[in-house]
T-cell receptor, first 116, second 111 residues
Framework: EAGVAQSPRYKIIEKRQSVAFWCNPI?????LYWYQQILGQGPKLLIQ????????DSQLPKDRFSAERLKGVDSTLKIQPAKLEDSAVYLC??????????????FGPGTRLTVL | DAKTTQPPSMDCAEGRAANLPCNHS???????VYWYRQIHSQGPQYIIH???NNETNEMASLIITEDRKSSTLILPHATLRDTAVYYC????????????FGTGTRLTIIP
């Protein structure tokens, strides 16, 4: 079974520029998550989708971050405009509703963003 | 805030058992203990979870104290590939409860 795919793997931008990340979850996984992981810290949830609806976006900085999951499959996370403190690894994860381990999330390799 | 406390780092000799402790003194009756690990430059990976009984799978064993206020993840025969950051997380089993990651324990396996 193919895992969670993310692209690009690395991105370097100047502050105030825009950037977008793409995630393709495991086929059939209804729930999709975006996490932000700053160096030396654990992942922090930004947004959770159930199919194409938002379940939790309480920690998403909505003045600059946006995310969508059209058709309930792929998802994009956008930052506009980027700040220096947005430098981090952005992880995408997905979960099936019917798996043997209910809260087992499958993570992609992440996108490492550097804002200069 | 994370509901668990873990030592920031540990070392273990290759081939020996690695025992990673976790304190979760405020755990609720409907919360499970989950363990994930994150190898360098990869996303986290699920290891094991439990409610109150000890659990074992092909990767590890989980020992939960009777009062459920602490647990220990055991890697029975550690290899160099087990070098990673290990996260202990408490979360409910049902619903949309999110996983809240702390800073974890950085486990280094020494050859």
């Amino acid at each position: 079974e193919a895992g969670v795919a993310q692209s690009p793997r690395y991105k370097i931008i100047e502050k105030r520029q825009s950037v977008a990340f793409w995630c393709n979850p495991i086929s059939g996984h209804a729930t999709l998550y975006w996490y932000q992981q700053i160096l030396g810290q654990g992942p922090k949830l930004l947004i959770q989708f159930q199919n194409n609806g938002v379940v939790d976006d309480s920690q998403l900085p909505k003045d600059r971050f946006s995310a969508e999951r059209l058709k309930g499959v792929d998802s994009t996370l956008k930052i506009q405009p980027a700040k220096l403190e947005d430098s981090a690894v952005y992880l995408c994860a997905s979960r099936t509703l019917g798996g043997p381990v209910y809260n087992e999330q499958f993570f992609g390799p992440g996108t490492r963003l550097t804002v200069l | 805030d994370a509901k668990t406390t873990q030592p920031p780092s540990m070392d273990c000799a290759e081939g020996r058992a690695a025992n990673l402790p976790c304190n979760h003194s405020t755990i609720s009756g409907n919360e499970y203990v989950y363990w994930y690990r994150q190898i360098h430059s990869q996303g986290p990976q699920y290891i094991i979870h439990g409610l109150k009984n000890n659990e074992t799978n092909e990767m590890a064993s989980l020992i939960i104290t009777e009062d459920r206020k602490s647990s220990t993840l055991i890697l029975p025969h550690a290899t160099l590939r087990d070098t990673a950051v290990y996260y202990c997380i408490v979360s409910t089993f049902f619903g949309n409860e999110k996983l809240t990651f702390g800073t974890g324990t950085r486990l280094t396996i020494i050859p």
